[in-house]
Structure formats: structure tokens, C-alpha cells
């Protein structure tokens, strides 16, 4: 948005240090209560994370909506901005826009808490207030931004009108994520992301377990959840973790596998699907991760069923046997995520959103439709 004109000012719970890119004029902060929540989760305090969540998110959108000034468009995190996203509308007439990275809150917390029952481990869904502030976002908002086909359905199977919601996938920062020399040549099954039950860890595992490939390598990266731990220890000896890598050392470790698996039961649009294609990688992925958005199904990777550990043990000895499959699967990846372009293709694509948006309420309010079609004429707000 600042690149394209349109950034008037971006409000963070986040510390200036973690901004990264924007003019400190253009950037407002509120870390206080969110860096004591975060660290509650990183010290393996969910207890208290959960406690001080509420009145961390409440607090930022009360800061917020003191903050806020003249807009055309508000756009903020589902959540965050219950309170701003009035503010927005009725003392400055913007268009509202949710931006939801996952699936509907009610779809997520019933899959979750099916999962969690499965490996017999407690479930802490949201907090009932935080469901709350949600529902009130989608009933409110003028549109909610959804980063995937699959969490766009869950929106609809739960009545949300489909004309409030706008699909834009995420884009891949194509300068950071990319081939690099491979070192050795064993088969190597790659996970990255949270290590947790909602990404699906179990069932790769499982199906690693049946596997008879001589030399084969799995590589597990990313935080394990609390959620995890006994099924990790259940699978011992069968994976090597590697830990949480820095972010822009994660394309050499993409360009050292010979597959991504990405196994979870539900998420939004999962980034290191289209990390793993900018570093040459196929993907294995299910049907609840937005696989189909960045992915053909057989050409750049396969997209499986949840829950389904027989199914990802099927593709991983597929793509074994067939190492001219398995090539050409790698060379089709990457050139699709390079023609689906980066992170300021997803902005246009949002400022796109926001630019029809704008123009339908005007042509709404004005009592006639405009013969103008998108892209006609210049974006008719200067503020987001």
C-alpha cells in the first residue's frame, strides 16, 4: 500500500524494531501488553497467555480506535478492530474490510476440537469473547478478505453472504525463497511450519512409519506445540528436528528436500507450501490448506485428503519410484509460483479490492450503476 500511494498508517502491537520497510511517520505502536502475551506462549505459559489475551486484543483496539484518523479504507486482522472498524465507518465513512487468515472461527474450533479428541490430548479453543469479537467483525464489516478457496467455503457453508467475501491468496517473497545448491542426495521428506496437531504431524509420521525407502531422511522444522509432544514422542527415532531456522536461511534447507509434506486438518493459505515451490520443491498437501489456490493437482505437487496417512504414503512412494516424475513436479513448481507472483502482486490485488469496493458503494449511494468497468480509471482513495 505505501508503495502504491495508498498507506496512510499502519497500526502494530508489535515493536518498531519488528517493522520492517515503512517510514517510522507512517507507523504506529502498541507493544506493552502484546510482548508480555507472546512471551507467555513462548515460555509455555498457555494458562496465562489465554488469561491476558482478551484484555491485550481489547486494549489494542481501544488504543486504536483513539488513534485513527481520516480513511477511505480500514483494514485490520479479525479480532483486532471491533471497536475501529465503527470508528472507521461512522465518523469517517470507510469501508470496513476483515481480514481473516484462516478458516470461519466456528469451523476452526469444531475441526480442532474433533483433532484433539483424536490423539486424546485437552483442547483450549478461543476464548468465547474472542468467538464473539469475531462473529461481530463478520456480521459488521463491508467485506472479509480470506486468503483461500477452502476457508472461503467454510465462510459460506456458515451463511456468510458470498458477495462480502474476496479471495486473495498470499503472495512468496521470490528475492528470499529460491534454488539453491543441493549438498547430498539422499530422499528427504521435509516438514516446516508449527509442529502441531492442527498442521497434521501425526499423520506424516505415520505414514513415515510404513514407508520402506532405504537412506530416507525426514526433517521436521519449526516450534513444536505443547499439543505435539506425545505424539513426537510416540514416533521417536523416525524424524531428525532441526529446531526453528531463521526465515532467510529456510530456502537451503527447501533446496536439500525432495518433497514438502504438509499434512494439517486446517489453516488459511499455508506460506511454506509456495516456499517450498519457489526453492524447486513438490508439495504434498491436503485439501484444508489452500493447496488448491497455489497448486494443480498431479503436476506441481498432490493434493490429498485430511486425516489420511495412508493417502501421503501413497504419493511420498510415487514420487520415490519416479524420479523423472519427481523432476519434472519440481521444474512445474517453480515456474508456477514464479508466474503467481510476490508479495506486491497480492497488494495490487487487495488495493484492486478495496479500488471495486469503493466503487459499488458509490454507484450504490448515487442510485445508478457505473458503466465504468475495473482498472478504468484511477483508485478513489488516497488513505488505508
Known sequence: MDRLGHLERLFTAYPMAKVDGLPRARVSTFPWLMVPASAAGK???PGLRDLINVPVIETFDRWMAAQLGPCDVFHCLSQFGMRTHRVARERFGALTVCDRGSSHILFQDEILREEYARWDVPY???HPRIVERELA?????DLITVPSSFAMRTFVER?????????VPYGVDLRMFHPAPRIERPFRVL???NVSLQKGIGYLLEAVKALRIPGLEVWVIGEIDPSARAVLAKYDGLFRYLGVLPRARLHEYYSQGSVLVLPSVQEGLALVQAQAMACGLPVIATTNTGAEDLFTDGVEGFIVPI??????REKIEMLYADPALRERMASAALERVRSLGGWNSYGEKMAACYAA???TRADRQSGHANPLRGGERALPFQRA
Not at 467483525?137 to 464489516?141: D, L, N, P, S
Not at 451463511?159 to 479471495?167: D, H, S, T, W
Not at 486425516?307 to 501421503?312: P, Q, T, V
Open 357 to 359: 469496493a469503493l466503487r
Open 137 to 141: 467483525e463478520y456480521e459488521y464489516c
Open 191 to 193: 516438514f516446516v511450519g
Open 43 to 45: 515460555l509455555g505459559l
Open 124 to 126: 483450549r479453543g478461543p
Open 159 to 167: 451463511g456468510v453472504p458470498a458477495e462480502k467475501l474476496r479471495l
Open 307 to 312: 486425516r489420511d496417512a495412508a493417502a501421503i
